[in-house]
């Protein structure tokens, strides 16, 4: 699967890749919303799924869902929302912003890939005409 990092940490950025890697996911990274909404733009076939961090100078992780689901593009994308945020109200949060999954850092390499084959079934669903 490809996934779009999002994160203003590069040592974060850089762990999170190692374990996507290792699961045979393909990554690209940015280094906060405005730099991903702007990769997302500039791509024929952006990723379908997005992993991001919550606090991020610049555009913050809610507001990059937002932005992302006001802009209504098609296929959809699957947003995974990553802090240390770890209250049922932040998680609400998250996910009024329009984040499909919530993941507590540190990220614990099992629970990332049970989220990643939740989205995968979703994806896939989705691009079959499914959903």
Do not use: N
């Amino acid at each position: 699967m490809r996934i779009l990092i999002v994160d203003d940490s590069k040592a974060a950025s850089l762990a999170l890749r190692r374990l996507l890697e290792e699961q045979a996911h393909e990554v690209a990274a940015a280094a906060d919303g405005e730099e991903a909404w702007q990769h997302l733009k500039l791509q024929p076939d952006p990723e379908r799924l997005i992993i991001s961090d919550w606090v991020m100078p610049r555009l913050d992780g809610p507001d990059l869902c937002r932005r992302i689901r006001a802009a209504g593009d098609a296929p959809y994308i699957y947003f995974i929302l990553l802090t240390y945020k770890d209250l049922r109200k932040d998680r609400l949060l998250g996910l009024e912003a329009g984040a499909d999954d919530f993941l507590v850092k540190p990220v614990d390499g099992y629970e990332l890939s049970v989220a990643l084959g939740r989205a995968g079934r979703i994806l896939h669903a989705q691009a079959a005409g499914k959903c």
